[in-house]
């Protein structure tokens, strides 16, 4: 494909999203716009959990790297890791995608003319150099909203029905976009549920020790030594409901940065799409006469 030059005098290498979206590159089918193939996610969340507990591993002994390894309990903390890793895979891999939608907004797909009128004669123009610009307009979210628009204006010729298509389809992309955030959702609430429920275990635990103490000591020293022991299930109560809120808290704080990042790029592919398309229509004749 040919080098672009946009408006700004800088030379623009055109968009392919099958070589630059990040799962394409890894070999699985890329999801549309910023959302993410599950399995590609997942695959990376086995992967980070393997090298979290790898590195753990040789500090088990370790107060803080201990944690993930009760003997007593060790599938709690390994979900809540698990569920953890696969969140913050999702939100990488959603960076990775937003950052290449962002770079669609450097092109200018209108000539520089400051005259030029965008008109059913005109769009074929448009419409091929935004083919110059991407490989595939409809995977990135501005191209796909004004080439829908601009086939109707080729087929319909209606001027005034371009800026109205163009809202619709923004409406349809926030709502997209907030869809794409429903696993995540549900992880957040997912991973301090797991902590809780390793509490429960751990009390439960700790309570059927204490009892069994109570029940076969015969002196104080002996119910004093038999609680080291009790005090363990205590212990795995209270770190696992710590690794899920803290899991949680850094990985809502994360999507929430995201989130509002995605949000900003919506509203500059709004502002784009006014600045490129909506400013250089013109009401046709046969539209004027309709409207009087």
């Known amino acids: 494909m040919p080098r672009l030059t946009s408006s700004s005098s800088l030379t623009l290498e055109p968009l392919s999203w099958a070589r630059d ?4 590159q890894m070999l699985f089918r890329g999801g549309r716009y910023t959302r993410v193939n599950s399995w590609c996610s997942f695959a990376l969340a086995v992967l980070m959990t393997c090298a979290f507990y790898a590195v753990l591993f040789p500090f088990r002994s370790n107060l803080i790297a201990g944690s993930f390894f009760f003997e007593r309990n060790r599938e709690t903390p390994a979900c809540i890791v698990f569920l953890s890793c696969w969140s913050l895979a999702i939100l990488g891999l959603k960076w990775s995608k937003l950052r290449m939608q962002r770079r669609a907004l450097q092109f200018s797909i209108v000539p520089d003319d400051p005259e030029f009128v965008l008109t059913p ?4 123009d448009v419409m091929q150099r935004i083919h110059e610009c991407v490989d595939n307009a ?3 979210v501005v191209f796909h909203r004004i080439t829908s628009a601009l086939a109707n204006l080729r087929n319909l010729g209606r001027v005034t029905d371009v800026d109205e298509i163009l809202r619709a389809q923004a409406e349809t992309d926030e709502s997209s976009m907030e869809t794409s955030y429903s696993l995540l959702q549900g992880f957040v609430w997912a991973i301090p549920v797991l902590g809780f429920i390793g509490t429960v275990e ?3 635990i700790a309570i059927g020790g ?3 103490v109570l029940a076969s000591a015969s002196d ?4 004093k030594s038999s609680l080291r022991g009790v005090t363990g299930g205590l212990s795995t109560a209270f770190e696992t409901t710590l690794h899920g809120l803290v899991a949680a808290l850094i990985i809502q704080l994360t999507q929430t940065g995201l989130k509002k990042a995605e949000e900003e790029f919506l509203d500059a592919c709004s502002e784009y799409c006014s600045k490129h398309i909506v400013s250089r229509l013109r009401l046709m004749p046969f539209e004027m006469r309709g409207d009087e």
């Open 21 to 24: 979206d990040i799962e394409q």
């Open 121 to 124: 004669q005109t769009v074929d």
């Open 138 to 140: 409809r995977q990135f």
């Open 202 to 204: 751990g009390l439960s």
């Open 210 to 212: 204490f009892g069994a």
């Open 220 to 223: 104080f020293e002996q119910v």
